[in-house]
């Protein structure tokens, strides 16, 4: 079993950045899919961003741009960068490493 930890949520100011980390216990090498998602109040889970095992990545629409995913060189830590952040996007993110996941970690979008 894959342990995530996650870290790096918090309150910021719309406009405003913070950046997300998911440290695994072991480094994470090989064709392995991680990346993030959300999840608002009384709905479900939904895709953020993804980063495949050859290193290509994709995004949800509404971060494409604003957003950033990515992984360390020493292969234990992904990140989730996020720029010109909105009060939409004020949720619960969790990360994941196919096929485990974070605890997930609030970030709040709030003037």
């Known amino acids: 079993q894959l342990q995530l930890v996650e870290s790096g949520g918090g309150l910021v100011q719309p406009g405003g950045s913070l950046t997300l980390s998911c440290t695994a216990d072991?480094?994470?090498?090989?064709?392995?899919?991680m990346g993030w998602y959300r999840q608002f109040p009384g709905r479900m889970r939904e895709f953020v961003a993804k980063?495949?095992?050859?290193?290509?990545?994709d995004y949800a629409a509404v971060v494409r741009g604003r957003f950033t995913v990515s992984k360390n060189a020493a292969g234990d830590t992904v990140y989730l960068q996020m720029d010109r952040l909105k009060p939409e996007d004020t949720a619960v993110y969790y990360c994941?490493?196919?096929?485990?996941w974070g605890q997930g970690t609030q970030v709040t979008v709030s003037s």
């Open positions: 994941y490493v196919k096929p485990h």
């Open positions: 980063r495949t095992g050859d290193g290509l990545t």
């Open positions: 072991r480094s994470i090498f090989g064709d392995v899919e």
